[in-house]
């Protein structure tokens, strides 16, 4: 990283960063050919893995069938600040391998941390929702993180 003191070093923070932002972008590639996607997902610190849902079918499913590893972000945008050509942000940038998960219980889980992340009312969307048939025809996707760094801007630096 060119920018040392936008660096950051701190595990916790880039797990934070995770865990706050509502959407993720990831980046495959088929024969050399760069394919983005932007998805809601869950974090589960602990496992230090991501989730996502998706339909069974589709482009991003015949990529990551055919080279699963990926390269992702989750931007906290804080806006470009007026008068100081300057914008602040803090960023993850993560490396990770992708499956889909077959189990039953474990799909469930994955759509519990999810559900947890994004919704005010979790336990009412999991009573109403997560049903056997609902959990069975669903894709969920894992990204198991391999490698993370992160940046920010956090301040205006005036640079003339």
């Known amino acids: 990283m060119r920018r040392k003191e936008k660096a950051i070093e701190s595990i916790e923070e880039m797990k934070y960063i995770l865990q706050t932002v509502k959407h993720i972008t990831i980046a495959m590639c088929e024969d050399n050919v760069p394919y983005l996607v932007t998805l809601s997902h869950g974090y589960d ?3 230090h893995r991501i989730y996502f849902h998706c339909a069974s079918e589709g482009k991003k499913i015949d990529i990551l069938k055919k080279n699963n590893i990926i ?13 100081s050509c300057d914008h602040l942000y803090a960023t993850t940038q993560f490396k990770g ?38 959990i069975s025809r669903v894709a969920i996707g894992k990204i198991d993180i391999e490698y993370m760094s992160g940046k920010r801007a956090k301040e205006v630096v005036i640079s003339l």
């Open 97 to 134: 391998k992708v499956t889909f998960i077959e189990d039953f219980e474990e799909k469930k889980t994955a759509l519990q941390v999810m559900i947890r992340k994004l919704d005010n009312k979790p336990e009412e969307i999991e009573k109403a929702q997560l049903t056997e048939k609902s």
């Open 45 to 47: 610190p602990e496992q």
């Open 71 to 83: 390269w992702g972000q989750a931007l906290i945008d804080e806006g470009y600040v007026q008068g």
